[in-house]
């Protein structure tokens, strides 16, 4: 008799941070983790519902009131995102690769990113104590005035799967820092880092309740955490439509919002830029993370003079990239982070060369491996109004329009509704200065792609978002000022 074939190992599970303990879901249904390298399920979490966001929220309620952390001074709240920030970076690599099995990033590329949450929880560690008030000299005798910068209670984060924990320090520096407590929503496509985290949140000594990690699809547990009364604000990074669909829930409880949105950001070439770094900086911006980044620069706009020149350059760098494991260091294209955004990326290849575009690169698929995996695409002859030019793929498809004149750069450039980066490369001073002035986005590299730094702001023109993130502004995005005047008697 054959023996029987052995059973799958059972894939490991991970669980949801709610007021100091990991506890599976109240619906006790689990999300598979899709490994995006292989299409195959490698871990669950659990499928939150909305109680499990009311028990998250209620433990951070419960926490914010807590002499535990709210008689903590500035200074103590500051040391234990210090303690945090240590812990992350002795724990890049475990952090990096549970990333890059959700997302499928290259390992690389993970903990590049996961190396940098470190230096965002110290920025805001630093700053948790210099938040001050001021005394007024209001036109009145005999009365003392003065302001009182306070926390708003407790704050929901809704993060995307592009970059998880690096996105989510930018909001729990800053939210931390000014005394709230949070309950984190991770993306279902990229949860497992976030959990890990938490591990490293309960060791650094945050008192139970404060940090509170739910896990599964945005519209039952993100939207359970959106609609809860008592969520003070809401700090969002993801699409475009679900920003509005957050954003109208949460105004209508009149709640405080950040949103960090999409884009369509160009890249601005002119002729006398200096053509390496210019097709470096282009690489760069639109095939980091395989397009799958906010601030990807997926519009090329090439002045005709020096049009041929850096396209042949272009392309010649471009191309001949082969597939590869995400895991493995040698890897140059790694797949799509999941079967939706690897459908949308062929959807929009496909919508391009039905406008009329000219596929100069790429388009194809991995026949021979398993895995959401897409070449570096791009097109030429796309014009302003072509769907492929004014809407965000979110993957690896550049599209190249050319110009003549500086002022025809500029109405492209601003001919999109999003406002969230643009790239401008030229030796011309004046000229950098002019266009950086007039292009509406939110950040301007010149000569240069993708500085970020933690006291830098960030942040969406347009349908881009509202607020900015990073720098000592985002923490009063994270705090209420009141009033208060005494009367000194005679
Ligand atoms: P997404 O909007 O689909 O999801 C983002 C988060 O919202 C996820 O955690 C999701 O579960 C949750 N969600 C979904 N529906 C919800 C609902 N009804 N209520 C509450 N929460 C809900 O975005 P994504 O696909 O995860 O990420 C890609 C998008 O994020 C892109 O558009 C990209 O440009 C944007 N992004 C922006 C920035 C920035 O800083 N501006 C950074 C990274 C990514």
């Known amino acids: 008799m054959s023996k029987p074939a052995p059973s799958a190992p059972p894939l490991k599970r991970f669980l949801q941070f709610i007021d100091g303990a990991f506890v599976e879901s109240d619906s006790g249904g689990w999300h598979p983790c899709i490994y995006p390298g292989t299409a195959q399920a490698w871990a669950e979490i659990p499928r939150g519902n909305a109680r499990d966001a009311v ?22 709240r500051g040391r234990l995102l210090y303690a945090l920030a240590d812990l992350t970076a002795a724990n890049v690599a475990t952090l990096a690769e549970l990333e890059t099995r959700d997302n499928g990033k290259r390992y690389a590329e993970s903990a590049g990113a996961i190396g940098l949450v470190p230096s965002w929880l110290r920025y805001f560690a630093g700053l948790a104590d210099k938040v001050g008030g001021s005394v007024i000299p209001v036109d009145k005798p005999n009365v003392l005035n003065f302001t009182r910068s306070e926390p708003l209670g407790v704050v929901a984060a809704i993060i995307p799967w592009n970059s998880p924990l690096w996105l989510l320090a930018w909001k729990l520096g800053p939210a931390l820092a000014a005394g709230n407590t949070i309950v984190i929503k991770p993306s279902e496509y990229a949860s497992t880092s976030t959990l890990e985290f938490a591990r490293l949140v309960e060791q650094a000594g945050f008192p139970k309740g404060v940090v509170n990690v739910v896990t599964g699809v945005g519209p039952e547990v993100g939207q359970a955490l959106v609609d ?51 097709v470096s900086g282009v690489m760069l911006g639109i095939f980091t993370s395989n397009g799958q980044s906010c601030v990807a620069g997926s519009r090329l706009l090439l002045q005709s003079s020096v049009y041929d020149r850096f396209m042949a350059a272009f392309l010649e760098k471009a191309g001949g990239k082969s597939f590869g494991d995400p895991m493995d260091q040698a890897t140059e294209v790694a797949p799509l982070a999941n079967e939706p955004q690897f459908r949308k990326a062929l959807d929009y290849i496909r919508i391009a060369e039905g406008e009329g575009a000219h596929r100069v690169l790429g388009g ?70 002019r266009v950086s002035e007039q292009v ?43 009033s208060v005047w005494i009367s000194t008697g005679q």
């Not at 028990?55 to 103590?76: E, Y």
């Open 55 to 76: 028990a998250a929220v209620a433990a951070a309620k419960r926490a914010f009131a807590d002499p535990a952390w709210s008689k903590l001074t500035a200074t103590q």
């Open 440 to 482: 509406k986005a939110g950040t301007v590299w010149v000569n240069t792609y993708r500085g970020f730094d933690p006291g830098s702001p960030a942040g969406g023109y347009k349908s881009s978002g509202i607020g900015r993130e990073n720098g000592h502004d985002a923490l009063n995005d994270y705090l209420q000022t009141k």
């Open 228 to 278: 809860d009364p008592d969520v003070a604000m809401v700090s969002f990074t993801g699409s475009e439509a679900v920003g509005r669909r957050v954003a109208e829930a949460a105004g209508a409880k009149l709640k405080r919002v950040v949103l960090e949105l999409g884009g369509k950001s160009p890249q601005i070439v002119f002729d006398d830029a200096p053509l390496e770094e210019a």
């Open 364 to 433: 194809g698929v991995a026949s021979d491996r398993p895995g959401y995996f897409v070449q570096p695409t791009v097109f030429t002859d796309v014009t302003a109004s072509m769907r492929i030019a004014q809407e965000e793929v979110f993957g690896p498809v550049l599209a190249v329009i050319r110009f003549e004149t500086e002022s025809e750069a500029i109405e492209l450039a601003n001919s999109t509704s999003y406002g969230l980066a643009a790239g401008v490369w030229t030796q011309d001073l004046r000229r950098a200065l």
